[in-house]
């Protein structure tokens, strides 16, 4: 697809991004497009140089590539991070869809509620007493915001959105739709009949700034003190971020994994998807957690663990590989014995063998 | 329990199947039912002949049966897929609930969408700029439809369901609550200062006709192209599907399972529950994919696979029962080592041995 | 954080629990928080005897703590389980937030629906035909009420909150934000054409009286009869309660697990994070299933299992740890082959074990 622009000048792009032009610096650009997609008034980007080879189909009229890609018959912004440009041409230029400005009809704002002049609030949007809502920040249709809760400048909320009482946005938060932020944490007590009774969790969940949170996620309030993610961390969908966790600068958190509490992330932390945490463990910085880990306890700053329970990336991996050829092995281990008058011979197994294998056939009812 | 229809003949419920009555053609039918909770004026199915005991207590007034099935005293339908037709009966007879006609005072409409006379908006939805909702689509409560959505005809939309701008739904899709479709796909830069920028998401989401979708799930837009499903593909509960995936024709993809960026699923696939696949790989067409599997490569036409890493399903099944089988061997295997004296003897194994178990012995703690 | 209450002599907390009073039994209580937070005015809690040394700084004014614990200069209340009757304190005296008292005027309401004069119907609730909200139940903004929906009392409905059709709620339930109740099941016929075709669910979902479900959690309707979730218990975010289950009585299952249609758990059992079952299976009272387990087959009362396929937890952690050391177990196995001149000299191990190799080297990319 190709999204549009306000019509602008090469020269002009590349002032923004502080490149200069070869070709023609008047070319008027009105779109930004994949290379494929791109026609003659449309801006599109090279990622590296073994993209190169695409470049001779695209029927872009400008790109941005890197110093030494041949850009054909196109005009040509050269940046040393194609990518990084053209994603910031995108979001200077094609700002995101924004819904009518100002207060909608049909939003409900409790009376001590403030917001900012410059915020939108669309159709249906439901702001609750003492809540405020910073400078140029987007509340998309059918949000609802509790009481007491603070929202900062430049953030977009989108559909759905549930921020509980007491939570705080930093500036330039992205919620995607259906995330629920503040929910009560998953805390229980036995009581004196022996079933479960709830935990009480005062404490709230404080978002940081340029953090970006994606579809249907939901992160827990605090029992007493705070769910905190930090600055421009980056959260998928479906994830599930439980009470008093803390989530460093600028770790990514892929989509269906779940920290469980108080599960502390480093900054520059990445936890691969449908990933999990048990409670009250670190992920150390830049740490890397492989999808699908079930992770048990601490893991090294910088180290790559995967599996579950976890193991050192290279150690998980000779393990795996290792486990299919089990099966083989068990049979060569049988051969040793026979040739060592351990084991009768063959079809000799013993009862209680026979009958730990059952477990296992039974599997493929899973 | 029993869903009430506009009461109806037994020869005319045949009539609409093409099939033919044994017993009282003129039996009104006012009900469907499981077996066990059908009255006389209610109308049951048996799967299968191994479900024929059941029709000795059933108190149905009809049953639809395969032809060898003894229908006791009730009136019966005789065909060749009970089910099928007890699910066509429910469907045209006994049609889902429908909100109120019309358009809802409470929705809001954007003066420039182009609603059908004849759909259904109810209370609190949403229709952004330049969207559009084909003849007699049902949008239940609370539904956010954000600028230029196209939606087919016949659709229901459930509450709480979010399409976000661009999406395309064909004709019969039916969303559950709380669908979040069109989501910006997770795709990251690191800027210069290491740390990650949105890579834009200017593509959008098509769901084709017939398409079904579960509660809480989310299908992300593509970064410049279309994330897709096809025709008749039908997804479960809290299923994630990231931006540029595929999903093909009647493919089936059960509830928690994670598909990552450009996956791409041939038509009539399975992929059961809390499965996951890396990204950029294919699965075949009529693949099975079995529960928790997490792909890491493709998975050939017409196979079935289990595990994460996936193995094919005989493989895996037998390296699952060998495994549980594991402890055991290692044992012999120390036994064998010390009868060729590899080994010291019982109480003497070795240092590094014990501290590797030591890994796994906390694994409790996950 | 604090959370505030209405100022209260100590005197009358010790009495609303049963307790005695050690100190100031005029001090006024108006808050009450952790024991790093709590200020001279407020009431905090020491856990057990563990957290004994925490008491010398605390500022609070007030402790609830066991007997054999010095509470150093605070007053206190002693209690045989501290979390417990400081759990009530918050309960009784710090009730959780209410949106205004009544019935909104953006509330949509079916003419015949029947809302108790005492409960809460916030803004952009919609509530649907035939359908009864109980006394003092709140329903957060922007929550959906299909028709024929009940609802009983002092059940707290958080906002986008969607109630299907024929749902029933039983008293004090709790449901957190996001959560879906009935869905339709997951269940399809192969057409004559191949293609699934939905199999209708005409059942529904009932919801007993002290349950609380986590944010954003699916639990759908039967197909015929029921889906049941019995007396007090708890399921935490993002968990899938497929068509029929039944959960039993104060049984606890933990985010972002997964429970296939048909599922009988019994009551007082706990299913940790992560986990998933088959489908038509028995978990049974008292089980305690292990974080990303994925059952297979039934597991009996007051058992622990882990893993997937299931083991008993102790002969899982011995897989596990031997899992862990296989790969040096394969070489252990192969010099033993070499040892008995079953295998040749290194580096002559035959293509086929190295072609098996391959499949696990690549796991990495999972």
Not at 100 to 129: F, N, Q, R, T
Not at 134 to 150: A, I, Q
Not at 270 to 296: K, T
Request: hydrophobic residues 45%.
């Amino acid at each position: 697809m190709v999204r549009s622009l306000k019509p602008v000048r090469l020269l002009e792009i590349a002032a923004e991004l502080g490149r200069e032009v070869e070709g023609d610096p008047g070319l008027l650009i009105c779109g930004v497009a994949a290379l494929e997609q791109a026609g003659p008034s449309d801006i599109a980007f090279v990622r590296s140089a073994e993209h190169s080879h695409r470049v001779a189909d695209t029927r872009a009229g400008a790109l941005i590539l890197l110093p030494d890609v041949d850009p054909g018959s196109c005009s040509a912004i050269r940046s040393p991070n194609p990518a990084l440009d053209f994603a910031r041409v995108v979001e200077r230029l094609a700002p995101c869809l924004r819904p009518p400005a100002g207060l909608h009809s049909s939003a409900e704002l409790a009376e001590d509620a403030e917001v900012d002049a410059s915020a939108v609030l669309s159709a249906c949007v439901v702001i609750g007493a003492g809540s405020r809502v910073g400078p140029r920040s987007v509340l998309h249709p059918n949000v609802t915001v509790y009481p007491n809760v603070e929202i900062g400048s430049d953030c977009v909320i989108h559909s759905g959105v549930v921020l509980r009482e007491d939570t705080v946005l930093g500036d330039r938060v992205v919620l995607q739709p259906g995330v629920i932020i503040g929910g009560d944490g998953f805390g229980y007590l036995a009581d004196e009949q022996g079933l479960p009774r709830r935990m009480p969790h005062i404490g709230r969940v404080v978002i940081e700034d340029d953090v970006e949170i994606g579809a249907n996620t939901t992160v827990d309030r605090a029992t007493f003190d705070e769910t905190r993610i930090r600055r421009a961390a980056k959260i998928d969908n479906l994830v599930q971020i439980a009470h008093n966790c803390d989530i460093g600068e600028g770790a990514i958190v892929v989509a269906q994994s779940g920290l469980s509490g108080s599960t502390w992330v480093g900054s520059g932390a990445i936890i691969m998807a449908q990933a999990g945490s048990a409670g009250h463990l670190r992920v150390g910085e830049r740490a890397f957690v492989g999808a699908r880990a079930g992770l048990h306890k601490d893991v090294a700053p910088g180290s790559r663990v995967w599996g579950a329970p976890q193991l050192e990336a290279r150690r998980w991996h000779k393990a795996m590989a290792a486990l299919a050829r089990l099966p083989d092995a068990l049979r060569r281990l049988r051969a040793v014995e026979r040739e060592l008058g351990l084991r009768r011979a063959r079809g000799a197994a013993s009862t209680e063998t026979a009958a730990r294998t059952n477990d296992g056939a039974r599997a493929d009812r899973t």
